[in-house]
């Protein structure tokens, strides 16, 4: 299967503990998306890459979160000094420039903080 | 304020009915995505209208762009189980049109 991957399912952490998730794209996509999702609501744009370069990074993400894509192939999403707040499913998806914006989707990431 | 808004947010019909759902802005958008999202997984894509006017079909499921590109429509025929789901339209607007933003979505169920 050469679907967008990401790692891991699920993630329970206590407040105040740093959390890393990795998001493998499909091969031939240059650009990579993250986005939070919570109950009831669509996904939220995060940040996203082109090929290594971070174009852009939502004013509402907090300077606890920071994304890299080194190499332009997996990236990985930090989130420092977890709070409640920032329990949420965490979604990746990539995609072509020249395919119309279209995204494909990881999982996600389930992330719980106690 | 949701550049894209969505309508309605829940919905529940029986199997066999017919439904359609909305998703509205008022900014004008170069290409727009109809994406189905299951409990637990990523959305997964379904559709993109780019044409004002344009109509796609996917077997039960037709979908509608609006001729000023600043809204859309889902209609489902004869429902079934398997649709149950979140739909969710996006797009990028004209003045970004390297960034996607996503609608709250719509949440379906279909009653056996």
């Known amino acids: 299967d050469t679907g967008v991957s990401q790692d891991p399912r699920h993630k329970i952490t206590k407040r105040g503990q740093n959390v890393t998730f990795r998001c493998d794209p499909i091969?031939?996509?240059?650009?990579l998306y993250w986005y939070r999702q919570t109950l009831g609501q669509g996904p939220e744009f995060l940040t996203y890459f082109q090929n290594e370069a971070q174009l852009e990074k939502s004013r509402l993400l907090s300077d606890r979160f920071s994304a890299e894509r080194p190499k332009g192939s997996f990236s990985t999403l930090e989130i420092q000094r977890t709070e409640q707040g920032d329990s949420a499913m965490y979604l990746c998806?990539?995609?072509?420039?020249?395919?119309?914006?279209?995204?494909?989707f990881g999982p996600g990431t389930r992330l719980t903080v106690l | 304020t949701q550049l894209l808004e969505q309508s309605p947010q829940f919905l529940s019909i029986q199997e066999g009915e017919n439904l359609t759902v909305y998703c509205n802005s008022s900014s004008v958008f170069s290409s727009l995505q109809w994406y189905r999202q299951e409990p637990g997984e990523g959305p997964v894509l379904l559709v993109t209208v780019v044409t004002g006017g344009e109509v796609k079909k996917l077997k039960r499921l037709t979908f509608q762009f609006g001729d000023a590109r600043k809204d859309s429509s889902l209609h489902i025929t004869a429902a079934q189980p398997g649709d149950t789901g979140l739909y969710l339209c996006?797009?990028?607007?004209?003045?970004?049109?390297?960034?996607?933003?996503f609608g709250p979505g719509t949440s379906l169920s279909v009653i056996p």
């Open positions: 998806a990539s995609s072509h420039t020249l395919e119309l914006n279209e995204q494909f």
């Open positions: 996006a797009g990028a607007t004209e003045r970004s049109y390297d960034k996607v933003i």
């Open positions: 091969s031939e996509h240059n650009r």
